[in-house]
């Protein structure tokens, strides 16, 4: 299964400055919405088969113009949902820059829980879960590889990555991942292979050669695992200097 790891377009919240968190009516900004269509151009001549994104309201929009080109219906994950930051939801980031927990995030963050909220360490779990999950289903549904969307959120879509990259999640904050970028993961039966990383506007055209095969249970027995990256593609992007959450 090949999933697209889609983070929201700019919301208010990030123009703010603020951490949005899991609070109600963060939209898109015009800018996100956007990058909410333009996402829908790129992605749009792909095979895509599932779109599921978080139920806030941000990867809602951000999806919606992909979901209308491509004539799905998109469907929701609770378990995709922004990281529950508790009595740090709504703060200016520049206050909570000043908080001991702060550091902790950045260097610690497998032992960062925050207050009144969820900890870095159980994000990843249900996250990378919630993937797997989604995987197994559209696999056993098809009866063959899926090419599918999943629309989250900042953090959630850097514990994902450090976990398919296999490096550990006090690690994880060396990832960027921008507003309405792409990240691309092929899980195989043996390993995760990390296709893109931060992507905002490199050609895909390697992912158009993603079609269906039949999975087999026996298939992989007896020949080489060749499902990593091709030789010579763009697994990589530009990082820029707007890591922020919400």
């Not at 790891?5 to 939209?27: E, P």
């Not at 994880?172 to 921008?178: D, G, L, P, T, Y």
């Amino acid at each position: 299964m090949t999933v697209i790891l889609l983070r929201h377009g700019v919301s208010t919240s990030n123009t703010a400055r603020t951490l949005a968190g899991r609070s109600a009516g963060v939209d898109l900004t015009e800018h996100g919405a956007d990058q909410a269509r333009a996402v829908a151009e790129r992605l749009g001549g792909l095979p895509i088969q599932h779109i599921v994104h978080s139920p806030l309201l941000r990867c809602q929009r951000t999806v919606g113009p992909l979901a209308d080109k491509l004539g799905l219906e998109p469907e929701y994950d609770d378990q995709l949902i922004e990281v529950d930051y508790g009595e740090w939801t709504g703060r200016p980031i520049a206050e909570l820059l000043t908080e001991p927990l702060w550091k902790v995030v950045q260097r610690h963050a497998s032992g960062a829980v925050f207050p009144g909220g969820e900890g870095l360490a159980q994000v990843q779990h249900r996250a990378v879960a919630a993937i797997r999950e989604h995987d197994r289903v559209f696999a056993e549904r098809h009866g063959q590889d899926v090419l599918w969307v999943a629309c989250t959120h900042g953090d959630v879509i850097k514990s994902v990555l450090a976990d398919a990259l296999g490096i550990h999640l006090d690690g994880f904050q060396r990832i960027v991942v921008e507003p309405a970028s792409i990240s691309v993961v092929r899980y195989t039966p043996h390993a995760p292979y990390v296709w893109r990383l931060n992507d905002t506007g490199s050609d895909l055209s390697t992912l158009e050669a993603i079609r269906p095969r039949p999975r087999d249970s026996d298939a992989d027995t007896d020949r080489p695992d060749t499902s990593g990256p091709v030789p010579g593609g763009e697994l990589g992007g530009t990082a820029s200097a707007d890591n922020g959450n919400a």
